[in-house]
């Protein structure tokens, strides 16, 4: 395990900075709502640290907010669905911008931004975290089409991921298993547990009043689990205390990460992602991808059985307080940055006591 820990990118081709100016940083994320949602913790980090922060996304509402962080917007022409020439534009685009901002370090965020991001920069010498945070649909859907697309996201990435200077950033290690099945070499794999949870904003609240109820901690996707969710409702006539999230694949699932910092039990599927912070007989309650009635069977003992909630609950808030809270993963992405800066004189990486559950 310890061998996929560690980096070890070439120095050859860290770009050179100017004395006294803080280094550029540039985000590539698809959806503002999403940067805000899910990398702001990082991006504070980055910039408390002295990073002078960019961002460039879609910009829908999400401008005033991310301007108010004294980060430099970038609106880009992302495009919600693929298309090849939605994907030549935001290529495009981003290739201009590179060439303006000059970032010493890029981080791409998801699948679709790296990809993009990564062939934008073919040619240039830019160093670049690339966050593969859940590996998408191609990777957790069994029909024909997503296993072709499987297979054509794999050789991309294959090309475009096992270059000096570009790193792999995943949020567990099942993924990071895929990337290494996918032939990218480990020395270019790095795992940071998500963006980081405000400890102090999600704080613990008592249970309410019975009955107990239960919400479902995701968007409103059939790959998130929300029809099997509302199958096992139908079996348990919609009783409901309790955060579920029976998804099919995940990178980290923040609105789980959130659930246990408000110290709430949790029930989810046993896929990657969602075993990082629901531990069967610890912090909650796994069951089978798609299977209505053991999630119903799991919601309904944890309905029943009032101190093992509560002792789950408690399990869930001290584990993201020790592994997964924003003074705990500010200071590894940072790290990382600037192992790519050339600041760091040893490699980074993360002890594999840091990634094994509890």
């Known amino acids: 395990m310890g061998g996929a820990d560690t980096l070890h990118i070439g120095r050859q081709n860290?770009?050179?900075?100017?004395?006294?100016?803080?280094?550029?940083?540039?985000?590539?994320?698809?959806?503002?709502?999403?940067?805000?949602?899910?990398?702001?913790?990082?991006?504070?980090?980055?910039?408390?640290?002295?990073?002078?922060?960019?961002?460039?996304?879609?910009?829908?509402?999400?401008?005033?907010?991310?301007?108010?962080?004294?980060?430099?917007?970038?609106?880009?022409?992302?495009?919600?669905?693929?298309s090849p020439l939605a994907s030549l534009a935001s290529i495009l685009a981003l290739r201009r911008l590179n060439s303006s901002c000059a970032p010493p370090v890029t981080h791409h965020v998801s699948l679709q931004p790296s990809v993009l991001g990564l062939i934008a920069t073919l040619g240039r010498p830019t160093p670049s975290v690339n966050a593969l945070t859940g590996l998408g649909y191609s990777f957790a859907s069994a029909t024909i089409g997503a296993k072709i697309l499987k297979w054509a996201v794999g050789s991309a990435l294959r090309l475009l991921l096992d270059r000096d200077g570009v790193v792999s950033l995943v949020q567990n290690g099942d993924d990071r298993a895929v990337l290494t099945g996918l032939g990218i070499p480990a020395s270019r794999i790095t795992l940071v547990a998500g963006s980081g949870v405000d400890v102090a904003r999600f704080t613990p609240l008592p249970e309410p009043a019975d009955p107990p109820t239960v919400a479902f901690a995701g968007r409103l996707l059939d790959d998130k689990g929300i029809r099997i969710l509302v199958a096992a409702h139908r079996l348990l006539w919609a009783r409901a205390h309790i955060a579920a999230l029976p998804s099919r694949r995940e990178g980290l699932p923040l609105s789980l990460l959130e659930a246990a910092a408000c110290r709430r039990t949790m029930v989810a599927t046993d896929v990657p992602g969602c075993r990082e912070i629901v531990i069967p007989g610890k912090t909650g309650l796994l069951v089978p991808v798609d299977d209505a009635h053991a999630l119903a069977n799991a919601i309904d003992r944890l309905s029943r059985e009032t101190e093992l909630r509560a002792r789950f609950a408690a399990a869930a808030r001290d584990l993201v307080v020790e592994r997964f809270a924003v003074d705990v993963i500010g200071p590894q992405i940072v790290a990382l940055y600037r192992h790519l800066l050339g600041a760091m004189d040893s490699p980074y990486g993360l002890r594999a006591s840091q990634h094994e559950a509890p």
């Open 14 to 82: 860290q770009p050179s900075r100017r004395v006294g100016r803080p280094p550029r940083l540039l985000y590539v994320v698809s959806e503002d709502w999403y940067f805000l949602s899910h990398r702001l913790p990082m991006a504070r980090a980055a910039r408390d640290a002295g990073f002078e922060v960019h961002v460039a996304t879609r910009v829908t509402r999400g401008a005033a907010a991310i301007e108010a962080e004294r980060f430099v917007l970038h609106p880009m022409p992302f495009a919600r669905r693929l």
